[in-house]
């Protein structure tokens, strides 16, 4: 296996570099990467129940970005983008602006909304004049370039970081407002790299149009009634019932996306992408990051080789034909991972969650976790390996699971690499689904192990009465476990209203730049809005996003 392995890659090696003669190969193209588990062997701890993830491994952050990319939730709750994709807008999608200036067509460097309820606020006019709105349909695949996170958001807390390494090899802090120039600069590099269309969020997806000819054609410029939107005095607008039903529709629009599969409009070539938690790509943000919560985690502070290292991948993949990915539909992939986990997880926590003293009620939770990890772990629970009855009851490091840990932990990715070609993003992706997959089946093999022994497996019940005080200690156990399980994988599924919205509500999490104006102003005007003082990003949901129900119908609170 490992022959074919290596044979492949140098195949792959030879080809890309006849494809991409002009650009060094990285560093990183050798095959050792594709090994997840090799550092593991060295010790022979690979499936040692008691071994977690490494804590400087990002695995499970590059596996839930990578999971929720273009998704309104997870990267309105993150802000601070790390990663940057290609993708296609394909032929016949609609796209939507709104004229400020009055009955102008945009040829150059302006932008479009995937919903006419985002583009229609900036369709701007009297009553007498009505204001001009411009339907566009695409009619050839556009590329475009997607950066994750609240990435149209003009706030100082880093959510440019990445545009900025690429319009300006740096950050430029005093820029942050100056999207004239930043669309300039993204426009120039891209369309010198065949990039029509960079691809960002705020309120909904918007995207920044290099050119509005080549990719696109009008199918209508409308001289319309206007939302009437309340003028641009804030002290007006509290009490305005259409500006605030209108900015309402407008967040109703994007809730459409707030979750898997998020915005399909654009189709990412996830063979391609760009991660700043790729510890070998940016070996610089490392040290930033240790003993950092991930709401502080920034790009802010790569070095100057680590930009120069993006940005050759980064002209590298947009170079690349479409061939020389291995075909793998990541987004798939990674998806059948948390579809699989995230809510018998979410289950077990609740399971868990209750005060040990009350033993009917303790042992009957206990049966019922037991009872989910066989359910997740029968595929890989093989006779051979339970042990004989009685004879483990005092080996504390239950190895005899070790074989059903491999089972469950390699089951979504053995066959992955093992034939065909990995681009350097695919490897990234593929050691993400092993450390994400590897630390959930440790996790959870190592409960039902013990738990098995202790009598609580469903299919093995004890001889004799559990011994309750024995199983109060590992419940306990158990629940820090998945506790910190779940926090570590975070997964975005797992964050919503608790309890649902009513019928007449919608679940809402604050948005830039709505939710974060004082209590007394909740809906300014747009560009009195900008001009508001910014909350303290450091302070309580400001910095870290909580969601809440909202009403859909008038009136309306946030
Ligand atoms: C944006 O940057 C350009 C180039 O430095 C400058 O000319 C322009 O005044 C800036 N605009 C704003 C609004 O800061
Ligand atoms: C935009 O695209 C059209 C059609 O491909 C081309 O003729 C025109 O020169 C382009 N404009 C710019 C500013 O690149
Ligand atoms: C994690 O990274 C930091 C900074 O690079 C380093 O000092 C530390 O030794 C690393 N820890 C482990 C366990 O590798
Ligand atoms: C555990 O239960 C308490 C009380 O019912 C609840 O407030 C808390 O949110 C629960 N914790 C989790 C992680 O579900
Ligand atoms: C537990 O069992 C494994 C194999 O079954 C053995 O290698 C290990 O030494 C045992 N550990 C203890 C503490 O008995």
Known sequence: MRSVTKAAVWLFLAVERVLTAQIPLSPDYHDESLDFYSHFERDSRQWDLDEPYDVNATGNLVFETVNSLL?????????????????????????????????????????????????????????????WHATFAVTRPMKVLYFDGSSAANIPEGTMDTQDLVA???????????????????????????????VRM??????????????????????????????????????????????????????????????????????????????????????????????????????????E????????????PPVTASGIDWKTVLRSVVDRYASRLDVMQYLMNITLDDTPVLLDRARK????????????????????RGSVE??????????????????HTSSIGTSGILTPSERLLLRAVRETTREICRVTTRIWASGFIAGLDPLYPADQNLDADRIRILMGE??????????????????????????EEMCYLPTWPLGFFPPDHPFPAWNSALKLPWPDP?????????????????????
């Not at 290292?309 to 690349?320: I, N």
């Not at 976790?369 to 004989?388: E, G, K, S």
């Open 202 to 307: 705020e309120m909904n997806f918007e995207i920044m149009i290099c050119n509005f000819t080549s990719h696109m054609e009008v199918i209508s410029f409308s001289n319309l009634d206007n939302f009437r939107l309340a003028s641009d005095n804030p002290t007006d607008l509290p009490d305005d019932p259409n500006n605030v039903h209108q900015v309402f529709e407008m967040m109703h629009s994007a809730s459409w996306h707030e979750n898997y599969p998020g915005e399909t409009r654009i189709i990412l070539d996830y063979s391609a992408l760009i991660s700043f938690y790729d510890n070998d790509l940016v070996p610089s943000l490392v040290p930033r990051r240790v003993g950092v919560e991930r709401w502080d985690h920034r790009v802010a502070g790569i070095s100057p080789e680590d930009i």
């Open 309 to 320: 290292r993006v940005k050759d991948r980064l002209a590298q993949v947009l170079e690349r």
């Open 478 to 503: 158990w629940n820090e476990d998945i506790e910190r399980l779940m926090s570590w994988l975070d997964w975005s599924v797992w964050v919503k209203c608790r309890p649902a919205c009513g019928v």
């Open 168 to 198: 300006w090899s740096e950050m430029r802090p005093e820029w942050v407002s100056n999207d004239t120039q930043r669309i300039r600069d993204l426009c120039k590099w891209g369309l010198k790299n065949g990039i029509n269309g960079l």
């Open 369 to 388: 976790v037991q009872r989910q990890l066989r359910t997740m772990l029968a595929p890989y629970i093989l006779l051979a390996a339970l042990p004989p």
């Open 71 to 131: 998704q309104h939730w997870a990267n309105t709750r993150y802000r601070i983008g790390h990663t940057i994709v290609p993708g296609i807008v394909p032929v016949g999608t609609i796209l939507y602006h709104g004229a400020i200036t009055g009955p102008h067509i945009p040829t150059a460097l302006d932008w479009v909304s995937v919903e006419p309820e985002h583009s229609m606020i900036f369709c701007r006019g009297t009553v007498e004049t009505g204001c």
């Open 538 to 558: 450091n302070e309580g949901e400001w910095k870290r996003p909580q969601h809440k129900c909202i009403r859909r119908l008038e009136p309306y609170g946030f």
């Open 394 to 411: 005092v080996n504390a490091t239950n190895s005899w699971a070790a074989p059903v840990f491999q089972g469950c932990a390699t089951t």
